[in-house]
């Protein structure tokens, strides 16, 4: 019994942990092309901050450079679990899809799954409808697959649904906490 909450808690530590990466993970591709236009950038768990005078016309390909980021670390998130068979396999599958489900989310509800016009310059950046919704259909269909990829493979039942629905609600919240916790700590020490 002892040992089953010991690796419980493991596999729920190692499911934020992986948000935590995930999120870096997007801020780490805005600042990966912010320093390859020879600019100051600092990437903290859950956002970026430009140090220098960053000129208005590389904002699309800074924001779709966050996304690069976002969009590869959910396809490692999708090979580390078809490739590696543990027991923590699934959380990280979970985590990797959490953005993408939080964007969706924001879609469903707000009409734009990233706060800003990070998708907007993004789509302008890959030649889209500027205005359109591509970006946000690419992250509900990445979602979706991170999902029946899960289903597919694990073959989960009934009895399932309640921690789904449990770790749906504290993904949310920690989603939210995370952002939240972020912007107190340094945005008093990098927006001056």
Known sequence: MKNNIKLEL???????????LSVY???????????????KAIPTPAKSYIADNFPANL?????????????????????????????FSSAILAAAIVAP???????????RGHDGTEFQEA???????YSGHSLDWFFLLLFL???MIWFIKSKP??????????????????FIALQSVNNKIFDP???S
């Open 145 to 147: 697959s991170g999902t």
């Open 10 to 20: 493991k596999i729920w530590v190692i499911y934020f942990v992986t948000i935590i």
């Open 25 to 39: 993970a997007h801020e780490l591709g805005h600042c990966l092309y912010v320093w390859l236009q020879g600019y």
């Open 59 to 87: 904002n699309q390909y800074f924001f779709l450079s966050g996304i690069a980021g976002s969009v590869l670390f959910v396809l490692a998130g999708f090979l580390f679990y078809y490739f590696v068979n543990n027991k």
């Open 157 to 174: 039942n009934f009895k399932i649904l309640g921690r789904l629905f449990i770790g749906t609600i504290l993904t949310i919240i920690f």
């Open 101 to 111: 489900g939080m964007y969706t989310i924001r879609f469903i509800l707000s009409g």
């Open 123 to 129: 789509q302008g950046a890959l030649g889209l409808h």
């Open 189 to 191: 020490m990098f927006n």
